[in-house]
T-cell receptor, first 115, second 111 residues
Framework: GAGVSQSPSNKVTEKGKDVELRCDPI?????LYWYRQSLGQGLEFLIY????????KSGLPSDRFSAERTGGSVSTLTIQRTQQEDSAVYLC?????????????FGPGTRLTVL | DQQVKQNSPSLSVQEGRISILNCDYT??????FLWYKKYPAEGPTFLIS?????DKNEDGRFTVFLNKSAKHLSLHIVPSQPGDSAVYFC??????????FGTGTRLQVFP
């Protein structure tokens, strides 16, 4: 089925390296969200894209984190100079439009481990 | 500061009995509440939702109750089945369309 896909599924990196995580939303979905789930924690909002509007970056934990969405579809979350506390599962979600009563559809996540 | 709280990290229920998962929130501006279910190594999947103007929504074995005055919602699963064993997340929607999630409750349904 054409659900939300994320790659890679697992990423192990060394402290200080940069990583890129990719999200392919469901075709036609205009809203895209990034979350992360640290061990024993809930889902923490990171960033939200809606169409051509400026993204809501209010959840990004530091300036080492950035995200872009090209052509209103694929999104890449970049973490520069990774730290051990960045280890988490990074989840992407999409939905057909902002507002309304539509639920968000989640991908399987990328498990990031920073050694 | 946690705006959405699930105070029970785990719950164990016998098959056929009722499972009740609870969630409390602090922000009266939330306009919509959702429950998601998550299996290991998978993303959360939507289960059921309720608008802030309602007090109950039912879908098969799943019912969500909202008590706005108490800022409390609960998910009832009856009868519980072993396949319901998963982590359940409560989420609340801000008017900006951002979801705030709780920390989850791990439900185990045993035979």
């Amino acid at each position: 089925g054409a659900g939300v896909s994320q790659s890679p599924s697992n990423k192990v990196t060394e402290k200080g390296k940069d990583v890129e995580l990719r999200c392919d939303p469901i075709s036609g979905h205009t809203a895209l969200y990034w979350y992360r789930q640290s061990l024993g924690q809930g889902l923490e909002f990171l960033i939200y894209f809606q169409g051509n509007s400026a993204p809501d970056k209010s959840g990004l934990p530091s300036d080492r984190f950035s995200a872009e969405r090209t052509g209103g579809s694929v999104s890449t979350l970049t973490i520069q100079r990774t730290q051990q506390e960045d280890s988490a599962v990074y989840l992407c979600a999409s939905k057909p439009s902002s507002g309304g009563l539509n639920e968000q559809f989640f991908g399987p996540g990328t498990r990031l481990t920073v050694l | 500061d946690q705006q959405v709280k699930q105070n029970s990290p785990s719950l164990s229920v016998q098959e056929g009995r009722i499972s009740i998962l609870n969630c409390d929130y602090t922000n009266s501006m939330f306009d919509y509440f959702l429950w998601y279910k998550k299996y290991p190594a998978e993303g959360p999947t939507f289960l059921i939702s309720i608008s802030s103007i309602k007090d109950k929504n039912e879908d098969g074995r799943f019912t969500v109750f909202l008590n706005k005055s108490a800022k409390h919602l609960s998910l009832h699963i009856v009868p519980s089945q072993p396949g319901d064993s998963a982590v359940y997340f409560c989420a609340a929607r801000e008017p900006t369309d951002k979801l705030i999630f709780g920390t989850g409750t791990r439900l185990q349904v045993f035979p």
